[in-house]
């Protein structure tokens, strides 16, 4: 079982027994099979999420990433 920072593609890989079962890259999040969540989702638009998410600095290191 892994999370893979793959460079390349710009995506976190998450890999169980060997095969790739989701992706989280700048398109949005891939998963192969099932999702369960206990709460909501809700379709807030990509400007609301975008402010949200840049309302919160990125550590030092990781400046670039943005």
Same mark, same amino acid.
């Given at each position: 079982m @892994?999370? /893979?920072?793959? !460079? !390349?593609?710009k995506a976190f890989r998450?890999? /169980?027994d060997g095969k790739e079962v989701a992706r /989280? =890259?700048?398109a949005g999040v891939t998963v192969l099979k099932d999702m369960t969540y206990g709460g909501a989702l809700? =379709? @807030?638009g990509s400007a609301s999420v975008e402010k949200e998410l840049n309302a919160t600095a990125l550590p030092k290191g990781d400046r670039d990433a943005r």
């Amino acid at each position: 079982m @892994a999370m /893979i920072k793959d !460079e !390349e593609l710009k995506a976190f890989r998450f890999v /169980i027994d060997g095969k790739e079962v989701a992706r /989280i =890259d700048a398109a949005g999040v891939t998963v192969l099979k099932d999702m369960t969540y206990g709460g909501a989702l809700t =379709d @807030a638009g990509s400007a609301s999420v975008e402010k949200e998410l840049n309302a919160t600095a990125l550590p030092k290191g990781d400046r670039d990433a943005r």
